[in-house]
C-alpha cells in the first residue's frame, strides 16, 4: 500500500469570550508549505472560553482541503490537556464531549499534535491569532 505524505500545518489559534452573552470570536492563523491563511469569526450559543478555544480548532481544520500534519498551537491549557486524553475516551458524557467528537472525527483525516504556549507572552502566530479574534468582534 502507497502511503501519501502528510503535509505539515501549523494552526495556531486563540479564541476571545463574553460570558453574560454566551458569544464568542476566534482567530486562527494556518501556515503550510509555500502558503498562509488567517481566519476570524464570531460564534453564539458558546458555553465556556473553552470552547471558543476548540471551535477555533474545529474551524481551522476543517478548513484544510487535504490531509495534513497538523501541529495546533494554542494557550489553553484545557485544550492541549484534552487533546492527549479527551480524544480517545471511551465516554463522551462529560464537558465539551460534542466538540471532542468533532474534533476526533476531524482526526481520521488529520494526524494532529498540540502544543501549549504561553499567551500574551509575545510570540507572533500566537499574538496574531489573538488580534484576529479581537478584530472579530467588529465583524
Request: glycine share 8%.
Amino acid at each position: 500500500m502507497n502511503r501519501i505524505p502528510f503535509a505539515p500545518v501549523d494552526l495556531w489559534t486563540d479564541a476571545s469570550y463574553r460570558q453574560r452573552r454566551r458569544r464568542a470570536t476566534y482567530g486562527v492563523v494556518m501556515l503550510g508549505d509555500g502558503w498562509r491563511e488567517e481566519l476570524n469569526g464570531r460564534l453564539r450559543n458558546i458555553e465556556s472560553p473553552n470552547a471558543a478555544e476548540m471551535m477555533a480548532i474545529i474551524v481551522g481544520l476543517q478548513t484544510l482541503v487535504t490531509p495534513a500534519y497538523v501541529r495546533v498551537y494554542t494557550d489553553n491549557g484545557y485544550v492541549e490537556c484534552g487533546m492527549r486524553t479527551y480524544l480517545y475516551a471511551a465516554r463522551w458524557d462529560f464537558c465539551n464531549g460534542s466538540l471532542w467528537k468533532q474534533i476526533r472525527a476531524l482526526c481520521r483525516t488529520h494526524r494532529i499534535v498540540c502544543f501549549k504556549v504561553q499567551g500574551h507572552s509575545g510570540i507572533p502566530l500566537n499574538e496574531r491569532a489573538h488580534t484576529l479574534a479581537a478584530q472579530a468582534w467588529g465583524l
